[in-house]
């Protein structure tokens, strides 16, 4: 019975820890973009903001069979995008935006159509500075257009 009991404690410890890590990046505006039927690939985007230097490494959700942290840039004249390789650096304190034209998550191989005015869920795994893993699982808002409040960059197109 003691052993049950320290199991339970310890397991209650563990999953207290790992909220507490992911409570440290604070997570504002999430919105994903709708899709079309037939469309496979969206983006998703938010402001990030670490209390304590990070990394987000990965993301995941069951809507979308491959899920990346992506960035967009200019590259002379040609606008690049690729995956974000070793994660996504979160200095201390400091907002890291994910918006259109810029840094952004990627779901691609999409199961169906995102439809405006739903949520979906993801899950972001951050890396802290001591190489501590924690999950945030978060509800994401559909939309056609950024919402109000959110940024728009460049790219910021209609798909």
């Known amino acids: 019975m003691k052993l049950k009991r ?3 404690i310890t397991l209650a410890f563990a999953t207290l820890s790992t909220a507490a890590l992911a409570q440290a990046v604070d997570v504002k505006g999430a919105w994903a973009r709708a899709t079309v039927p037939g469309q496979k690939a969206t983006g998703a985007f938010m402001t990030l903001t670490a209390k ?3 990394q987000l490494v990965s993301v995941s959700s069951p809507v979308a069979g491959v899920v990346e942290v992506h960035e967009m840039k200019m590259d002379g004249d040609i606008m690049k995008m690729r995956a974000v390789e ?3 650096s979160l200095p201390a304190g400091k907002a890291v935006e994910l918006k259109p034209g810029g840094y952004h998550v990627m779901l691609m191989d999409l199961k169906a159509p995102l439809q405006k005015d739903t949520t979906i869920a993801m899950t972001l795994v951050f890396k802290d500075a001591k190489g501590a893993l924690s999950n945030l699982g978060i509800m994401v808002p559909v939309f056609t257009t950024a919402p109000a409040g959110a940024s728009k960059g460049h ?3 209609k798909m």
């Open 86 to 88: 070793g994660g996504l």
């Open 52 to 54: 304590d230097r990070g």
């Open 155 to 157: 790219g910021d197109h």
């Open 6 to 8: 320290l199991t339970l």
